[in-house]
């Protein structure tokens, strides 16, 4: 029950999962490529990238 109990008073933010983490799929080239310069977890480095050459390939 403790687990919820954060989310009642959390101001929801459509750039945030429920979870804290990140939503990348809206965000544009250059928004991904500053926010791969200025990520410092390698897991982060790793998911962005991944988003990046997704994006990439679709405007091909």
Request: zero cysteines; hydrophobic letters at 30%.
């Amino acid at each position: 029950m403790a687990v919820n109990q954060n989310q009642k008073n959390r101001k929801s933010n459509p750039m945030l999962t429920k979870t804290g983490k990140t939503r990348l799929g809206p965000l544009n080239l250059a928004q991904l490529t500053k926010l791969l310069e200025t990520s410092t977890k390698p897991k982060e480095k790793d998911k962005i990238q991944r988003a990046l050459n997704k994006l990439t390939v679709a405007s091909a």
